[in-house]
């Protein structure tokens, strides 16, 4: 055989043994193509399906962001038209503090002028206060001095009287010399016993004694001659504001008197720390 034919009929065996190679790789490619052109048609079914799935939960959830988006909408406006009242409000409250402000100004004004009125009337009140007040001390004192000198006079007169009353007793004395005998007694001045003139005089009770020469009883008074008190006197013996009783003195020296009882309320004793007074005051 000459040597080409033997080169064309190898060749021609490496030739059918690759094709028979590439059949087989074909085929077996084909298998695995279509296998996974189904498998990618499946991938893309089910991709597909998610998609689908995907663009309604899309759709759903655009759905609620655009009501969401209404509803903040809303909501913005709600709050625009409030922001509008507050801001008015805002205004309206800003006027009326302007003119609470002014109001108070006014008011501060008016309290000042009232608190320098009375100021000035309290110092007013005060200098008429002080002017009474020196008025008052004034008349006071004149009232003193009258009453002291009212008293100096009443003293006077009550020495005068007392003078007087001795003068006529030491006369009488002397025109008619005291008498002593039998069945004689000093017992006092017989004539009507005399209130003492002048200021109220006022004494205490000494001393208590019953006479029983002359059935009274007899007290003894810490006001004499110095204090206006003579023989036949009549003095009132009192308790607190309780009348006890009158009494008539039937001898006296400069500082003590004796008296005897004339008038004893009923139910009444005189007892020693008694008030004597020269009259009662009404």
Known sequence: MHILT???VLFAAVLSIMLSALTISYTINTDQIVSNYNDALASAEVAAESLRAQTAQHELVSREKDSEIQGLRAQLQANTATMRDLEADRTR???DLRGVQADKAAADRRVQGALEATKAQALIIEAYKDEVTQLRNNELQAREQMLQLEERLSNEISRSQVLEANIRALQEQIANPPKTGAGQ???????????IPGGVIRGLVQNVTFDSAMGQ??????????DRVNRNNKLIITRGSAYIADVVVISSDLNVSTARVT????GKVVQTGDTVVSRLQP
């Open 6 to 8: 033997k080169v064309f």
């Open 263 to 266: 008038l004893l309320q009923p």
């Open 217 to 226: 009883y007899v007290v003894q008074i810490n006001l004499g001659q110095n």
């Open 93 to 95: 409250l800003q006027t």
């Open 185 to 195: 007694t000093d017992t006092g001045d017989l004539s009507e016993p005399q209130e």
